[in-house]
């Protein structure tokens, strides 16, 4: 149980695009979603909180309006890049915390976006 | 929620227990001490957690000093597959207190 997916594990697009990344929760609800970004040879930072039906909660230094999160059911979240440049390139990740459950946070495989 | 320290790299081999330490000398009552680890170019995995007595699941041990300022991750027979980054994370328990906040973990290198 708790598996969070996110799709598409890999993607590249050209420099000023858009790129919309996918969260499910596949066995679970989840009221909270969290999305992160990593560098390589860096540590993984928290990006924004995502809650089901309101407003995400972004961490200090992160462009709400460069990054779009969407948490319109209680299992999909979705983070937006827009116009993407290539200091963009990371890992995403995200992760879940089942509702009602305990507050143990089940991550998803992450996605590789290159922008050229 | 309170800073953790780790070593940042450890080695062990093949078949040994690894055991993997981390100081959380600020922690105060109601947070938690989590376990996740992270092989390369995947999500974090969840290992384990504890408020203040030992833990054991299916995959690891949690070792809690009587004060709580550190613990000892226990991998009791390591293989190749552990070889990943283990981070060390102290969250508070509070209901929507629910931020992880990553430092830079321990690279555990598992040698045949």
């Known amino acids: ?116 | 929620d309170a800073k953790t320290t780790q070593p940042p790299s450890m080695d062990c081999a093949e078949g040994r227990a690894a055991n993997l330490p981390c100081n959380h000398s600020t922690i105060s009552g109601n947070e938690y001490v989590y376990w996740y680890r992270q092989i390369h170019s995947q999500g974090p995995q969840y290992i384990i957690h504890g408020l203040k007595n030992n833990e054991t699941n299916e995959m690891a041990s949690l070792i809690i000093t009587e004060d709580r300022k550190s613990s000892t991750l226990i991998l009791p027979h390591a293989t190749l597959r552990d070889t990943a980054v283990y981070y060390c994370i102290v969250r508070s328990g509070i209901q929507g207190a629910q931020k992880l906040v990553f430092g830079q973990g321990t690279r555990l290198t598992i040698n045949p």
């Open chain 1, 1 to 116: 149980g708790a598996v969070v997916s996110q799709h598409p594990s890999r993607v590249i697009c050209k420099s000023g695009t858009s790129v919309k990344i996918e969260c499910r929760s596949l066995d679970f609800q989840a009221t909270t979603m969290f999305w992160y970004r990593q560098f390589p040879k860096q540590s993984l930072m928290l990006m924004a909180t995502s809650n089901e039906g309101s407003k995400a909660t972004y961490e200090q230094g992160v462009e709400k309006d460069k990054f779009l999160i969407n948490h319109a059911s209680l299992t999909l979240s979705t983070l937006t890049v827009t116009s993407a440049h290539p200091e963009d390139s990371s890992f995403y990740i995200c992760s879940a915390n089942p509702s009602g459950g305990t507050d143990t946070q089940y991550f998803g495989p992450g996605t590789r976006l290159t922008v050229l």
